[in-house]
């Protein structure tokens, strides 16, 4: 494979700073790439990825087809796995998701939306006063952490911990099936191990004194034979507390990285601030918090053109779908008045991702807010450096000046 990246390349470090022209070589080869080191098709067209998601001739049990490459010390890790709603199909995965579902719908989160605002006021004013902050550590992760606590019902002073376990599980849940060392799952295994402990307890409680959070109804409901046991409790809070928080996280602190590397588009939002949701849904588009997800074919299928064998690993690449010519016009470009964009960073399909309603919402409140807020906003470096998780595309940090 001489031009055309291999797999653990591309989803190396060396392409965590900018692994988009690999995407585009790899999409003008063939949006339907097979890598042997892989052992996996790589899919980079959007329309290749959208059909991909669709269609339930693919299973999203990942789990199953890989953990026998991992120790057995590691196995109580793949169990879980296991158990939450994106590793799994139909039925059991739409009885998980019904049990949350209420909980995530546009008519419930909007009315967090006054909670959001006045966290993200919170948040700004110390900076504000400062003259300067360091957006991701002082809000862009604070932010969604609060919020979807509130939901979930956790306390205030459990919430640091708490970023410390999801950040350990996502870096399992979110490269398991390409590359994990015995190291990580080490160090990850031991803080989900407590995290799982955490929650135990939490429902235990729940149990005893229902409230009106997330945990409580799903704790009613597990007692009362209602489609979801113990262990799937724990395993999807996990999944909801992860997904709620750290998603979001990116799409904050990459989107104003690149308002700030593109300050007349910070302007022309400032201007016209109903655009903001658009500018979310573009945002998204261009830097992906999630890069790829991984399916399993189910039999023999054709996809773009490419027969596929059953068994074989699948693995739809969002961040490159987004960035299709075939879909979007100049598709590096950040263009804020792009409307319908129909991205795909949330995925589509049966999984669509459930919290859909609460990221766009937080997300365009925090940029209402922050606009608001503060009259101009500039960056302190040059350098916009992202973290070290590839499938989690986020920066690292983001200092930056306010006046």
């Known amino acids: 494979m001489d031009k055309v990246e291999s797999g653990q390349r591309l989803f190396g470090p060396e392409m965590l700073q900018d692994p988009f022209a690999a995407y585009r070589r790899l999409r003008d080869a063939a949006p339907v790439h097979w ?9 980079t067209g959007y329309d290749e990825v959208s059909r991909l998601m669709k269609d339930r001739h693919y299973s999203s049990d990942r789990v199953s087809n890989v953990r026998h490459r991992y120790a057995a010390r590691h196995q109580p890790i793949f169990d879980l796995l296991s158990r939450i709603m994106l590793q799994t199909d139909d039925p059991v995965h739409k009885r998980l998701r019904d049990h949350v579902h209420g909980a995530f719908t546009r008519t419930a ?13 919170s948040l700004l004013a110390p900076a504000v006063k400062r003259g300067e902050m360091e957006f991701v550590s002082a809000f862009a992760a604070p932010l969604p952490i609060l919020v979807i606590s509130e939901i979930v019902g956790i306390v205030a002073e459990e919430r640091e911990q708490l970023k410390i376990w999801c950040d350990a599980f996502s870096t399992v849940a979110l490269n398991f099936y390409t590359h994990l ?16 402990a955490y929650l135990r307890n939490k429902v235990e409680a729940a149990r005893k004194a229902p409230g009106q959070d997330l945990i409580s109804s ?11 046991d113990m262990d799937e409790l724990v395993a999807n809070c ?9 998603t979001t996280t990116c799409l904050l602190a990459n989107g104003l990285g690149l308002l700030l ?7 022309l939002l ?9 500018a979310v849904e573009e945002f998204l588009r261009l830097q992906a918090p999630v890069q790829f997800v991984g399916r399993i074919a189910l039999e ?9 064998k059953a068994g074989q690993m699948v693995l739809p690449v969002l961040g490159a779908a987004n960035r299709d010519p075939g879909k979007f016009a100049h598709p590096d470009a950040l263009d804020v008045t792009r409307t319908h964009l129909h991205q795909l960073a949330f995925g589509t399909g049966p999984h669509l991702c459930a919290g859909i309603q609460l990221a766009r919402l937080e997300a365009s409140i925090a940029f209402e807010t922050l606009f608001e807020t503060v009259p101009e906003i500039e960056a302190m470096s040059d350098r916009f450096v992202f973290g070290p998780n590839f499938n989690m595309r986020c920066l690292e940090a983001l200092p930056v000046r306010l006046r």
Do not use: K
Not at 270 to 278: A, K, S, T, Y
């Open 270 to 278: 400032r201007q016209q601030p109903e655009r903001i949701p658009d």
């Open 109 to 121: 989160v909007d009315t967090y939306a006054d909670t959001i605002r006045d966290l993200c006021t």
């Open 218 to 228: 799903l704790a009613v409901a597990a007692d009362r034979g209602e489609g979801i």
């Open 35 to 43: 890598d042997d080191t892989m052992q996996a098709w790589i899919v």
């Open 181 to 196: 060392s015995d190291a990580q799952l080490d160090e990850c295994g031991a803080r989900i191990e407590a995290f799982q």
């Open 300 to 308: 023999d299928v054709e996809l773009g053109g490419t027969p596929i």
């Open 238 to 246: 996990i999944l909801l507390l992860n997904a709620g928080n750290e």
């Open 261 to 267: 590397q593109q300050p007349e588009q910070m302007a």
